[in-house]
C-alpha cells in the first residue's frame, strides 16, 4: 500500500534558522507530489506542488522543494524561517492513476521568536 | 480567491446518532473528496465523489458512511450510526480536475460523546 513518511513529528527553531522537513513516499509509478500547510485554526493551504520538469519547486512565502525520484523523497526547505511560519505542515503524494492523495502524518512547526 | 466552506465548524453528538456534515465546493470545481483526521494522526482520504457518484472510497469508507450532492451545490458527509472512533476533524476538499491540487474548506470537528 502507498505510504507517506514524516519523520520530524515536531520541529522547534528560532527564527533566521533554516528549516529541512523530510517527506518519503513509497509508490513506485509516477506521482505528482505537494506540500500544504495548517496555520492554527486555518484550513489545509497549499504550499507548493511538483508534477514534472525540474525536481527543485519554488513555492509561496520562501518555501522550496526538491523532488529526488531516487530516494522517493520530496523534502520542504527554507533558508530563513520566520515567527508566522509556526503551523502544521503535511506532504501529499497523488499517484498519476488516479485521484487519490495520500498524506503524511505531518509536523509541527514552532518558530520562536 | 474562492473558498471551501464548510458547515458546521463543530458538531457534538451522542453515540448511535446520525451527523449530516455539509460542503460548498468552488463553483467550477468537478471532483470532490473527504478526508478525516483523528487527533494526532495523518489525514485519511475516505471517498472520492465525480459526476454525482462515489469514484473512489477507502476501508474506512464503509456501509455507516455515505455521500452525496442533494441540490447540485451540497455536497454532503453522512454518518448514520456514530461512533466514538469517529470522533476527528473532516475536511471537504475539492478539484477542478483529476491531479490537480486540492482545495480544502476548513473543516468540521465531530466529536461522538
Known amino acids: 500500500a502507498q505510504s507517506v513518511s514524516q519523520h520530524n513529528h515536531h520541529v522547534i527553531l528560532s527564527e533566521a534558522a533554516s528549516l529541512e522537513l523530510g517527506c518519503n513516499y513509497s509508490?513506485?509509478?509516477?506521482?505528482?507530489l505537494f506540500w500544504y500547510v495548517q496555520y492554527p485554526g486555518q484550513h489545509l493551504q497549499l504550499l507548493l506542488k511538483?508534477?514534472?520538469?525540474?525536481?527543485l519547486v519554488k513555492g509561496i512565502k520562501g518555501f522550496e522543494a526538491e523532488f529526488i525520484k531516487s530516494k522517493f523523497s520530496f523534502n520542504l526547505r527554507k533558508p530563513s524561517v520566520q515567527w508566522s511560519d509556526t503551523a502544521e505542515y503535511f506532504c501529499?503524494?497523488?499517484?498519476?492513476?488516479?485521484?487519490?492523495?495520500?498524506f503524511g502524518t505531518g509536523t509541527s512547526l514552532t518558530v520562536i521568536p | 480567491e474562492p473558498e471551501v466552506t464548510q458547515t458546521p465548524s463543530h458538531q457534538v453528538t451522542q453515540m448511535g446518532q446520525e451527523v449530516i456534515l455539509r460542503c460548498v465546493p468552488i463553483?467550477?470545481?468537478?471532483?470532490f473528496y473527504w478526508y478525516r483526521q483523528i487527533l494526532g494522526q495523518k489525514v485519511e482520504f475516505l471517498v472520492s465523489?465525480?459526476?454525482?457518484?462515489?469514484?473512489?472510497k477507502s476501508e474506512i469508507f464503509d456501509d455507516q458512511f455515505s455521500v452525496e450532492r442533494p441540490d447540485g451545490s451540497n455536497f454532503t458527509l453522512k454518518i448514520r450510526s456514530t461512533k466514538l472512533e469517529d470522533s476527528a476533524m473532516y475536511f471537504c476538499?475539492?478539484?477542478?480536475?483529476?491531479?490537480?491540487?486540492?482545495?480544502f474548506g476548513n473543516g468540521t470537528r465531530l466529536t461522538v460523546t
Open positions: 501529499a503524494v497523488n499517484p498519476n492513476t488516479g485521484n487519490q492523495f495520500y
Open positions: 463553483s467550477n470545481h468537478l471532483y
Open positions: 509508490y513506485g509509478g509516477t506521482v505528482n
Open positions: 476538499a475539492t478539484t477542478l480536475e483529476t491531479n490537480s491540487p486540492l482545495h
Open positions: 511538483y508534477f514534472s520538469g525540474d525536481p
Open positions: 465523489f465525480y459526476n454525482n457518484e462515489i469514484s473512489e
